[in-house]
């Protein structure tokens, strides 16, 4: 496969309006893959001939696939395609956030394109435009992330014949959902739930550039948590604090860590980080100490119970009260504070989410790792919805706002004739 720094060619005469058609292609961008392609596609003439509709033949769609999901940096990707019908066609590598639609692909000149190639395997001109066939892309500077494979329509038309399913390229290929820590510059949330999905490649890996629905999905996938729900809690939260932005495609996306803003999402007493007041930094990491006495409470028994995790949560915001003189709670901290104790259920193998198995939550909680023995949709097939008053859950997160609220309003000298203290470990030292 060619591979210039520039390369000029003329397509096949028989297919196009005039000589003068050209597709121009360069390989001198970031990395050496950012392909741009110029043709006479903006001009009043070939515009009005791409929007002229052919008639498939064949009563097969087009199709193209990937020979694995998954592929290690310098391993060329291997591809087919059969079914395809037209003239012009090439066949274009996109990274995975870069496309709203295969209805409506990017724009040649907006640079979205990672690689490409002509349905011949060829980047110059092609005498014959073959319906089926075999293509590689090198992938030597490809960023790592998720790319998806599209077949242009019929003499370049942005409007896409097929596109195969998402696939990776990565150091290393294990399986595509399997469990890969964050790596130097990924960015991570203080949200494990959320942190978790992208270690397990749900969304992207380096925590940017996030499609914030396409994450509503992902999250009721893995967990069975009521996408709507999600839409509308803890996603318009970060629309109405402005943690989000809308890409060139019009897709609204955010990174990761914006949720550390401490003026909108993050919140004092989370559940296994220090508060921001002893380090914005160390806040960012597990605490040990948090951690242990999470899984300390119910001694003797490997689970914990609803009301272990709620006591729990308890004592950690008396704790932030007592220890942290900059610590204050927003209304939205009830809502955020409730969802993530009642959350913790979700990873049980208990139907009625009353208890959790410890050795689960441990490893989720530390290592931000689905347990190996979970299976999402396990609990019920339907996911749940906290917001739907007909369904249990709504009652358990009612629960557990309560119990948040008491506690940031409790005095703080009943507080301490309960017993709550600033001694033992709670993520001051």
């Known amino acids: 496969m060619k591979d210039p720094s520039f390369v000029l060619f003329t397509t096949d005469l028989l297919s196009y309006p005039s000589s003068t058609d050209l597709i121009l292609y360069s390989s001198n961008t970031m990395k050496g893959f950012i392909a741009i392609l110029v043709s006479i596609l903006h001009s009043t003439s070939y515009s009005q001939h791409i929007q002229t509709t052919f008639t498939r033949v064949s009563a097969d769609p087009a199709r ?248 729990y949560q308890a004592e950690r915001i008396m704790t932030s009260r007592l220890a942290n003189p900059e610590t204050e709670f927003r209304h939205f901290d009830v809502g955020n504070m409730g969802a993530q104790a009642m959350f913790l259920f979700l990873l049980s193998s208990d139907e009625t989410m009353m208890t959790v198995e410890k050795n689960r939550l441990y490893f989720f909680l530390l290592d931000e790792k689905l347990p190996d023995d979970f299976i999402p949709g396990s609990l019920r097939d339907t996911p749940f919805n906290p917001k739907d008053a007909s369904d249990f859950v709504h009652e358990r997160l009612m629960q557990s706002m309560a119990n948040v609220e008491s506690m940031m309003h409790m005095p703080i000298e009943e507080a301490l004739k309960h017993g709550h203290s600033i001694h033992g470990h709670h993520g001051l030292g």
């Open 64 to 311: 193209v696939s990937t020979s694995k999901p998954c592929f290690e940096r310098g391993e060329p990707i291997r591809a087919s395609f059969d079914n395809v019908e037209g003239t012009g066609i090439w066949i274009g590598l996109y990274p995975r956030n870069e496309i709203e639609s295969v209805e409506n692909l990017p724009r040649f000149v907006e640079g979205k394109l990672s690689n490409w190639t002509l349905a011949c395997s060829r980047r110059d001109t092609c005498s014959e435009w073959p319906s089926e066939g075999n293509i590689e892309f090198d992938t030597d500077e490809l960023a790592y992330g998720e790319y998806v494979l599209t077949v242009s329509g019929n003499r370049a038309s942005l409007k896409a014949q097929g596109h195969s399913e998402t696939f990776i390229v990565d150091a290393h290929c294990p399986d595509r959902h399997s469990w890969i820590p964050a790596r130097e510059g990924d960015q991570r949330s203080p949200c494990p739930f959320v942190n978790t999905v992208a270690n397990h490649g749900f969304i992207n890996r380096n925590g940017v550039n996030i499609d914030v629905f396409d994450m509503a999905d992902q999250l009721e996938a893995v967990y069975n948590v009521a996408s709507e729900f999600l839409r509308q809690g803890p996603i318009q939260q970060m629309i109405d604090c402005n943690q989000t932005y809308v890409d060139d495609n019009g897709v609204l996306r955010f990174d990761l860590d914006i949720l550390f803003d401490d003026n909108c999402e993050e919140h004092e007493a989370s559940m296994v980080r220090a508060d921001n007041f002893f380090g914005f930094e160390k806040s960012k990491r597990v605490d040990d100490g948090l951690l242990n006495n999470l899984m300390r409470r119910n001694p003797g028994r490997n689970i914990l119970s609803f009301d272990n995790v709620l006591d």
